[in-house]
């Protein structure tokens, strides 16, 4: 639990700190969101080519089934959250099928530094 909800948190930071939410239909943001988190994790993981642009997709698909369970559960933070947090074990679970074990280990050590420094 206490790893979801980290990374529930590495989330949200990433999306607060590229900006404003991305409005329905405006997928510039959140294509603009995706490639940040991108450049993020391609700067600590060395990621290929390949790798990168399969990454971009995970983040895109992330930032919009996040966007659309604030929209479906915005009177019910409980379901909310398990949502969330479903939608996040899946995305390091494709994660991880994308990166390696190598390229992982070194995307959780940058998730772990990153939610530790901002939630200060």
């Keep these: 639990?206490?790893?979801?909800?980290?990374?529930?948190?590495?989330?949200?930071?990433?999306v607060a700190s590229s900006g404003a939410q991305a409005s329905p239909g405006d997928?510039?943001?959140?294509?603009?969101?995706?490639?940040?988190?991108?450049?993020?994790?391609?700067?600590?993981?060395?990621?290929?080519?390949?790798?990168?642009?399969?990454?971009?997709?995970l983040n895109v698909r992330l930032l919009t089934e996040m966007a659309d369970l604030r929209k479906q559960f915005a009177n019910d933070a409980a379901e909310l959250d398990k949502a969330m947090a479903d939608v996040q074990m899946r995305y390091e679970w494709d994660l991880a099928a994308v990166l390696g074990p190598k390229r992982m280990t070194a995307y959780?050590?940058?998730?772990?530094?990153?939610?530790?420094?901002?939630?200060?």
């Design 1 to 14: 639990m206490k790893k979801v909800f980290a990374c529930l948190v590495f989330v949200a930071m990433v």
């Design 27 to 57: 997928g510039s943001k959140l294509s603009a969101r995706a490639t940040d988190m991108t450049r993020r994790i391609a700067e600590r993981t060395r990621l290929t080519e390949g790798q990168y642009v399969k990454v971009r997709a």
């Design 108 to 120: 959780e050590e940058m998730k772990t530094n990153f939610t530790a420094t901002n939630l200060r």
